[in-house]
Antibody, heavy 122, light 107 residues
C-alpha cells in the first residue's frame, strides 16, 4: 500500500527556516518524482514545487512565489523527500502535502500524503 | 502561467443526480489534465489523469473528458459520500496550476 507521511511542520517566525519531510513506503521511491502542494487556511490548492526521479536528472521546478527561498531534495536510500523552506513569510502559512508523482507522457500526482501544518507568525 | 477556471464554484444536487463540473484552461494543454477530490480536513484524492483515465480504485461513476482547453468531470449518480470540493489541475507546463475548486453539496 502506498503511503506518504509528511512531518516537520509547526510554528515558525517570519524570516526563519523550516524543513519538511515526506517519508514514503509501499513503492520503489527512487522510481518516482515527488510534488509539494500547499493549502492556506480556507483556500484552494497551490502547487509549490517538484523533484524528478534520478533517472530524469533529479532536477526541480518551483512556483514563482517560493523560487529562491524553497528547495527540494531527496534521499532515495531512505525513501524521503525534503522541502527546505527559508526566509519564511506569513503567506507561507498552509498545510503542506506531498504527492507521489508518476510519469505517463508527463508528470502527474497519483497519491497524496495527509499533510503537515506550517504556521508562520511572530 | 496557465490559468484554470472551474465552473460552477459550487453546486447543490440530489442523490442520484448526474453532476458535471467544467474546467477551462487559458491556453491549450493537450490532455494533461487531472481531477482531485478533497473532503473537509482531509488530503486530496486523485480521481482522474490524462483528462479521462481513472486512477486505480476510483469508482466508475466518475468520468472525465476533454482536450485542448475545455474539460469536464462527471459524476453519473451522485451519492452522499461524493460531497466534497473538486479541483482540476493542468500538468502541461510549469508552474502547474489548479482551478479554484468546485464545492459539491447534497440537497
Amino acid at each position: 500500500e502506498v503511503q506518504l507521511v509528511e512531518s516537520g511542520g509547526g510554528l515558525e517566525q517570519p524570516g526563519r527556516s523550516l524543513r519538511l519531510s515526506c517519508t514514503a513506503s509501499g513503492f520503489t521511491f527512487g522510481d518516482y518524482a515527488l510534488t509539494w502542494v500547499r493549502q492556506a487556511p480556507g483556500k484552494g490548492l497551490e502547487w509549490v514545487g517538484f523533484i524528478r526521479s534520478k533517472v530524469y536528472g533529479g532536477t526541480t521546478e518551483f512556483a514563482a512565489s517560493v523560487k529562491g527561498r524553497f528547495t527540494i531534495s531527496r534521499d532515495d536510500s531512505k525513501s524521503i523527500a525534503y522541502l527546505q523552506m527559508n526566509g519564511l513569510r506569513t503567506e507561507d502559512t498552509a498545510v503542506y502535502f506531498c504527492g507521489l508523482t508518476e510519469y505517463s507522457s508527463n508528470w502527474y500526482i497519483s497519491y497524496w500524503g495527509q499533510g503537515t501544518l506550517v504556521t508562520v507568525s511572530s | 502561467d496557465i490559468q484554470m477556471t472551474q465552473s460552477p464554484s459550487s453546486l447543490s444536487a440530489s442523490v442520484g443526480d448526474r453532476v458535471t463540473i467544467t474546467c477551462r484552461a487559458s491556453q491549450g494543454i493537450s490532455n494533461y489534465l487531472a481531477w482531485f477530490q478533497q473532503k473537509p480536513g482531509k488530503a486530496p484524492k486523485s480521481l482522474i489523469y490524462a483528462a479521462s483515465s481513472l486512477h486505480s480504485g476510483v469508482p466508475s461513476k466518475f468520468s472525465g473528458s476533454g482536450s485542448g482547453t475545455d474539460f469536464t468531470l462527471t459524476i453519473s449518480s451522485l451519492q452522499p459520500e461524493d460531497s466534497a470540493t473538486y479541483y482540476c489541475q493542468q500538468y502541461n507546463s510549469y508552474p502547474r496550476t489548479f482551478g479554484q475548486g468546485t464545492k459539491v453539496e447534497i440537497k
